[in-house]
């Protein structure tokens, strides 16, 4: 008799269900690794699947996206019990490919609403508490994984502040927050802006961190505490408002400084954030500001306009400009209501304020390519006051693990049970 040779036949991945979000293309590489198994007739061979070495099952699992892994987790008991296992949340945090998301959110709501700028699809994530991811009170900072409910709250901060601007820095082995806003030192006194920062290294003494002395911010600043901060090469930038100016904190030498934005009398919603290094790569990130520009001369036309900050603070940079078919749109769709403005890596989201009756839309900008995007209205209402004017928008990634949330004294999990990505 003659033996025939066995026959390689990659199996098609099965299409994912469609409340769930796509796996990217390294995780359809992923995939085909594990589905690509020696067998006889197109029939998985159970021989042959069960006695793979368990490390390397382990491996092809750690490359998946975690949507991708949170959908397979079902699959068997032992793939659920990863979930708990530190070698593996350790090859996960290094192999997986990172996904960049927006997180839209209200203060009073239970559900993330997420975009993907990548395929321009909604999804929907629930929230441990109302307003996960980072919350503030008072003094009080809390850290929130929303994936696997961890919730780990800062030191008390050491001043009160009254709606003060939040800036985070967090990374695997450290952690950098920034808290600025007016200190009421007395209610009959001029106001008085000054910051706090907490930091947390892997390596300092001790482990969980510590609140750097107080530092004054520049006379005359004024924070909007929706703005936020951007982070870049060890320097958090916040916009100062009336008027329009650029405010700067090194983190190392606690001192705040300021600088000029491009024709900062003609812009309008101006806001910073963190462009590019959103890979795992190694890239630094640079900070852009991306700003309505209305000018009076007709020979500057109205327009949406983002710059990047050139290294060592020497000045801006325009970058990109809204074309004018564009613009009419997301002026029709912002009517002078302002928006909120975000940054994941390359893609910048711009999201009206209060329009489509409380329905998210946005308008993604690829950095790298030069396009503007308008993403599919959200299937989804943001439900609030004022039909959505009050909801945010964050660079969001899902992660199985986060090790910021290590360095602090974190409390016990509101639920070890894990939550998928609901469409």
């Known amino acids: 008799?003659?033996?025939?040779?066995?026959?390689?036949?990659?199996?098609?991945?099965?299409?994912?269900?469609?409340?769930?979000?796509?796996?990217?293309?390294?995780?359809?590489?992923?995939?085909?690794?594990?589905?690509?198994?020696?067998?006889?007739?197109?029939?998985?061979?159970?021989?042959?699947?069960r006695r793979l070495p368990q490390p390397l099952l382990d491996r092809v699992?750690?490359?998946?996206?975690?949507?991708?892994?949170?959908?397979?987790?079902?699959?068997?008991?032992?793939?659920?019990?990863?979930?708990?296992?530190?070698?593996?949340?350790?090859?996960?945090?290094?192999?997986?490919p990172p996904l960049p998301f927006f997180a839209f959110l209200l203060p009073s709501s239970s559900h993330l609403l997420l975009l993907d700028p990548n395929n321009l699809r909604w999804s929907r994530l629930p929230l441990p508490l109302a307003g996960g991811g980072v919350g503030w009170s008072s003094r009080t900072m809390l850290l929130v994984?929303?994936?696997?409910?961890?919730?780990?709250?800062?030191?008390?901060?050491?001043?009160?502040?009254?709606?003060?601007?939040?800036?985070?820095?967090?990374?695997?082995?450290?952690?950098?927050?920034?808290?600025?806003?007016?200190?009421?030192?007395?209610?009959?006194?001029?106001?008085?802006?000054s910051a706090d920062t907490f930091v947390a290294d892997a390596a300092s003494l001790p482990p969980s961190g510590f609140w750097a002395p107080?530092?004054?911010?520049?006379?005359?600043?004024?924070?909007?505490?929706?703005?936020?901060?951007?982070?870049?090469?060890?320097?958090?930038?916040?916009?100062?408002?009336?008027?329009?100016a650029v405010l700067v904190y090194d983190v190392a030498a606690n001192v705040w400084s300021k600088m000029q934005p491009p024709m900062r009398r003609f812009l309008r919603s101006p806001a910073l954030?963190?462009?590019?290094?959103?890979?795992?790569?190694?890239?630094?990130?640079?900070?852009?500001?991306?700003?309505?520009?209305?000018?009076?001369?007709l020979s500057v036309p109205r327009s949406v306009r983002v710059w990047t900050?050139?290294?060592?603070?020497?000045?801006?940079?325009?970058?990109?400009?809204?074309?004018?078919?564009?613009?009419?749109q997301f002026a029709a769709a912002e009517a002078g209501r302002g928006f909120e403005c975000a940054a994941h890596g390359d893609y910048v989201v711009l999201a009206p304020r209060g329009g489509g009756g409380g329905a998210?839309?946005?308008?993604?900008?690829?950095?790298?390519?030069?396009?503007w995007r308008w993403a599919p209205p959200s299937p989804y209402d943001l439900v609030g006051g004022g039909g959505g004017l009050g909801f945010r928008v964050f660079a969001y990634e899902p992660r199985l693990a986060t090790p910021a949330i290590g360095l602090l004294d974190a409390t016990a999990p509101v639920a070890l049970q894990m939550h998928g990505m609901h469409g």
């Open 214 to 244: 107080s530092s004054l911010l520049p006379r005359l600043s004024c924070l909007d505490p929706r703005a936020g901060m951007a982070f870049a090469s060890g320097r958090f930038y916040c916009m100062s408002s009336s008027p329009f």
């Open 145 to 193: 994984n929303p994936i696997t409910r961890l919730i780990a709250p800062l030191p008390i901060s050491p001043t009160a502040r009254l709606s003060p601007t939040v800036g985070l820095a967090a990374g695997p082995t450290s952690i950098i927050a920034v808290v600025a806003g007016d200190d009421l030192v007395s209610p009959f006194a001029v106001k008085n802006i």
């Open 309 to 328: 900050l050139r290294g060592g603070g020497g000045g801006w940079t325009e970058v990109a400009r809204m074309p004018p078919e564009v613009h009419a």
């Open 1 to 49: 008799m003659m033996n025939h040779p066995r026959r390689l036949h990659p199996l098609p991945p099965p299409p994912p269900p469609p409340s769930l979000i796509e796996a990217s293309s390294a995780a359809a590489a992923a995939h085909a690794m594990a589905a690509a198994v020696v067998d006889y007739d197109d029939d998985m061979d159970p021989r042959v699947w």
């Open 273 to 297: 954030v963190e462009l590019g290094g959103g890979g795992r790569e190694g890239a630094a990130a640079r900070v852009a500001l991306v700003s309505a520009v209305e000018k009076s001369r």
């Open 360 to 371: 998210a839309s946005a308008l993604v900008f690829d950095s790298r390519r030069d396009e």
């Open 61 to 96: 699992l750690a490359c998946l996206p975690t949507p991708s892994f949170l959908r397979l987790r079902a699959a068997c008991r032992r793939f659920y019990h990863l979930l708990f296992s530190s070698p593996f949340l350790h090859s996960h945090l290094l192999l997986s």
